[in-house]
Nanobody, 124 residues
Framework: QVAESGGGSVQAGGSLRLSCAASGNIDTSDCMGWFRQAPGKAREAVAK???????SYADSVKGRFTISKDNAVHALSLQMNTLKPAATAVYFCAASAVLCWLGHTTPPSSIDSWGQGTQVTVSS
């Protein structure tokens, strides 16, 4: 299972760092990613990281978000800089072999289980 934290409210242009603690049968050394779901919209993948540390990002966050992980402590992070109001959403982390192949285009239906997410609100 996973547990997300670090969300909050910031003004546009600000930064937040999200964290994800993995436990049980979730192995952070596998492919992992961050998804988000904005109000009234479908859940979407925004970033993924492979077992070798390679990453990919959705165009909407490329250059502003950075995904990283620490396998020693089973943790995944998402550093979000220069935040825009469009980033307002609930953010979720997930592990899936599909992320290895599809990266940030991974459909949410590929994920077997979800945490409760963490809310990010960006005001203009």
């Amino acid at each position: 299972q996973v547990a997300e934290s670090g969300g909050g409210s910031v003004q546009a242009g600000g930064s937040l760092r999200l964290s994800c603690a993995a436990s049980g049968n979730i192995d952070t050394s596998d492919c992992m990613g961050w998804f988000r779901q904005a109000p009234g919209k479908a859940r979407e993948a925004v970033a993924k990281i492979d077992s070798d540390g390679s990453t990919s990002y959705a165009d909407s966050v490329k250059g502003r978000f950075t995904i990283s992980k620490d396998n020693a402590v089973h943790a995944l992070s998402l550093q979000m800089n220069t935040l825009k109001p469009a980033a307002t959403a609930v953010y979720f982390c997930a592990a899936s072999a599909v992320l290895c192949w599809l990266g940030h285009t991974t459909p949410p239906s590929s994920i077997d289980s979800w945490g409760q997410g963490t809310q990010v609100t960006v005001s203009s």
